[in-house]
């Protein structure tokens, strides 16, 4: 048997600008990816058809982002040389092979699918639920089995999708015959990458809570946020023992430091434990950590912000990047669907089998 190409497929909605939360949850592992050199393709999607199922009336907030994500994208080092970058809406393949998988799903399976369950409940959808929004994860299964992914690199919270999407496959398998490619869900690898609170300590990086450092953010904005930035309010004099749990600059620290953080910006620690012990212990200020902790995220940031630099000049590049990407990713939708046409034994006018059948029947 041939060996099985090894293809990614992830994406992100295009609602606002994407944030350190999103580099620490995800983009910052799927530059990894793309240059470990191990998958023979990836695709990059930025999701608008599924954004507009609950922004139906704002497509302007949609289109202001398109440019914007893929921006971020470039700027983390996505490097279109090696990854696919693209606009779902710009594959309409996507859209019929969500029609045909609709078929195999449930009502009752799709009210189950825990994400849903709590999306519906955080827009007061209870009521009256969009039919379009309902179908989302649906049509995610279709995003991802389109391109044939075996892998799909997301957070937690998408774990419900992949599962449903897997559900699918295995129906359309077995009523069709074997067509579709499985895929796997590749979950953060660390604890530490599950998920970023926000600068003021909330469970969650939130544009609306106005908690979010930007990749865009420019240094002195860093600055500003990593200074006012939540710690424990119960540490109120340098000498008070301090603690480490739910002190955002530590989580952050757990995020982003790195041994050699230390030789270059802070020599009087070994590593992180020893910081968290003297902290603990007291005697240690949250203003020495806040500098520290930007120092290491400026590490991170500074050649981030750098390519975006570059890209916000040549945006006529970015442009061009995601609408050839598009154009190839159509092509590979294409292929699958001819697949899929072909199993269901709708592709009539590929050949003229259909019209040699029905030949044959009026020839008794
Ligand atoms: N649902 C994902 C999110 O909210 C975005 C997305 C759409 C996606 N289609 C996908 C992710 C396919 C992975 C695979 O961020």
Redesign the pocket.
Known sequence: MEKQEKVI?????PTGRLHIGHYVGSLRRRVELQNSGEYDKIFI?I?DA?ALTDNFEHPEKVRQNILEVALDYLSVGLDPAKSTLFV?SQVPELTELTFYYMNLVTVARVQRNPTVKSEIQMRNFEASIPVGFFCYPIS?AS??TAFRATV?P?GED?EP?LEQCREIVHKFNSVYGETLTMPEIMLPSNKAAMRLPGTDGKAKMSKSLGNCIYLADDPQTVKQKVMNMYTDPLHLKVSDPGHIEGNTVFTYLDAFCRPEHFERFWTEYKNLDEVKEHYQRGGLGDVKVKKFLLNVLEEELSPIRERRHYYEKHLDEVYDILKKGSEVARARAAETLEDVRHAMRIDYFANDDMLKETEARYSE
């Open positions: 497929l992830t994406g992100d909605r999607m999701a599924q779902q995610q995003d991802i799909v997301v998408q999708m």
